[in-house]
Antibody, heavy 122, light 113 residues
């Protein structure tokens, strides 16, 4: 059964870089069958797509975050990573990794990790 | 960016009754090339990640009870719960995956009356 597990620091200081990893088990990122994405949800608010990536490294980013976001994939470790630079309090959110249903970013997210709360505070 | 607007923001329905949630996009999410609507519905219970219910606007995900159905095309979509059960209490989100950036509605909170 597919499982996605996000991990990383729960507290990041303003102006620093948020770094998260999503480890995939029960399936292979290199299987060519799916894109993989990051989505976040500020406390009590709605969902915001951050970006998506394929095992080849082909990636798509949110226009509003593009200047600060880097998403990468490591097929040998079966993991996807997210880096968000120059964070502020507005970046405080639960960060989810999720799988696109198909090998296209233009598909729904059919499997989600449990999410990890990242708080930006000094 | 495509803006997704859900209505209402919250909804209280009696057990066994029908619940209807609307989602409107400010641009079409219907592909002329394959006639699919690039629209999904998710259910999110407190403290849990979203769960995919419906994709292509009306295709139910495997394992989702058939009391959940999706309809609509172009810019106007509806999620219907035909007979509300206690376990359906959740926030429901629509999402377009027609164009980047992919965007979600603000969510609709469904409660028991």
């Amino acid at each position: 059964q597919l499982q996605l597990q996000e991990s990383g620091p729960g507290l990041v200081k303003p102006s620093e870089t948020l770094s998260l990893t999503c480890i995939v088990s029960g399936g292979s990122i290199g299987s060519r069958s799916h894109y993989w994405g990051w989505i976040r949800q500020p406390p009590g608010k709605g969902l915001e797509w951050i970006g998506s990536i394929y095992y080849t490294g082909s990636r798509y980013y949110s226009s509003s975050l593009k200047s600060r976001v880097t998403i990468s994939v490591d097929t040998s470790k079966n993991q996807v990573s997210l880096k968000l630079s120059s964070v502020t309090a507005a970046d405080t959110a639960v960060y989810y990794c999720a799988r696109h249903r198909y090998n296209s970013p233009y598909s729904a997210f059919d499997s989600w990790g449990q999410g990890t709360l990242v708080t930006v505070s000094s | 960016d495509i803006v997704m607007t859900q209505s209402p923001d919250s909804l209280a329905v009696s057990l066994g009754e029908r619940a209807t949630i609307n989602c409107k996009s400010n641009q079409t999410v219907l592909s002329s090339s394959n006639n699919n609507n690039f629209l999904a519905w998710y259910q999110q219970k407190p403290g849990q990640p979203p769960k995919l219910l419906i994709y292509w606007a009306s295709t139910r995900e495997s394992g989702v009870p058939d009391r959940f159905s999706g309809s609509g095309s172009g810019t106007d979509f509806t999620l219907t719960v035909s007979s509300l059960q206690a376990e359906d209490v959740a926030v429901y989100h629509c999402q377009q995956y027609y164009s980047v950036p992919f965007t979600f509605g603000q969510g609709t909170k469904l409660e028991i009356k």
